[in-house]
């Protein structure tokens, strides 16, 4: 519990070091507020344009959550899948790292075509950027599996089944969050590219009308919106990371309490 309030309490005070930094940095050169605002003015355009600010920081909300969950849970399945089955491992793994490699956010405007303009296509992107981390880190968990551990639980008499259920499965759980992290930010920028090229709602959105009009301020608030939400879910991710694979922080916490 102390490290996860650490963790919360660091991480605030990091980003108040940062937007410190940036109003010194600002204010010492004096650079114009059209090219880059103070914190300070960011501050001042959230309250005063909070009612939009808040209606589209729900919609990319919503739409950033929906394409983590579908994408995380495709990425389960399909990880599992190609991690268990040797003959799907090298019928597929190779062709998904050729997708990954594949700019998702580029495939906005064929998604576009395919399912009009709406919120369908910036989900379908961030479904599929967040998808990718998901399969590589649980399909590495399970080969983590160490060759004399599977031959003595072989020999044991355990089926190939109760191997993967037993040790594979919990040996992913530190790889499958670490995914997580990544694969949130991506569902991010796939709707906020999405939102920039194919919606008229969201943070990407109001970044597009805010720099077409030139009011920095306001894009800058929303950046600053995705900025706190991006460090919340990391954060979140950490916390249900310690409370569900804890072996995977023994050592840390050793660390810290002989420190």
């Avoid at 064929?110 to 709406?118: A, L, Q």
């Avoid at 040996?171 to 590219?193: C, D, E, M, Q, W």
């Amino acid at each position: 519990m102390r490290l996860r309030a650490s963790l919360f309490f660091e991480s605030t005070f990091g980003l108040f070091l940062a937007f410190a930094l940036w109003e010194s940095v600002v204010r010492l050169f004096s650079v114009p507020a059209f090219i880059l605002p103070p914190p300070s003015a960011v501050i001042v355009e959230m309250v005063s344009s909070a009612g939009i600010l808040v209606h589209h920081t729900l919609v990319t909300i919503i739409g950033t959550s929906i394409s983590l969950v579908v994408g995380a849970a495709l990425g389960i399945a399909v990880g599992l899948a190609i991690g268990y089955s040797r003959t799907l491992s090298r019928l597929f793994y190779p062709l998904l790292g050729g997708f990954h490699a594949l700019p998702m956010s580029a495939f906005i405007p064929i998604f576009v075509v395919w399912f009009g303009i709406g919120i369908i296509p910036k989900i379908v992107a961030g479904i599929l950027i967040a998808f990718f981390p998901v399969v590589v880190n649980v399909v590495t968990g399970l080969r983590t599996i160490e060759p004399d551990l599977w031959d003595m639980l072989k020999t044991l008499g355990a089926s190939k089944r109760q191997i993967y259920l037993k040790v594979g499965i919990p040996r992913t759980l530190p790889y499958f969050f670490a995914s997580l992290k990544v694969a949130a930010a991506g569902a991010f920028i796939g709707n906020i590219v999405g939102e920039m090229l194919a919606a008229g709602s969201g943070l990407g959105y109001v970044l597009v009308v805010a720099t077409t009009s030139l009011r920095l301020t306001l894009a800058f608030s929303a950046l600053t919106i995705l900025l706190l939400l991006g460090m919340l879910m990391f954060i979140l991710f950490d916390v249900l990371e310690k409370r569900m694979a804890p072996w995977a922080y023994r050592a840390e916490e050793s660390h810290v309490a002989v420190g």
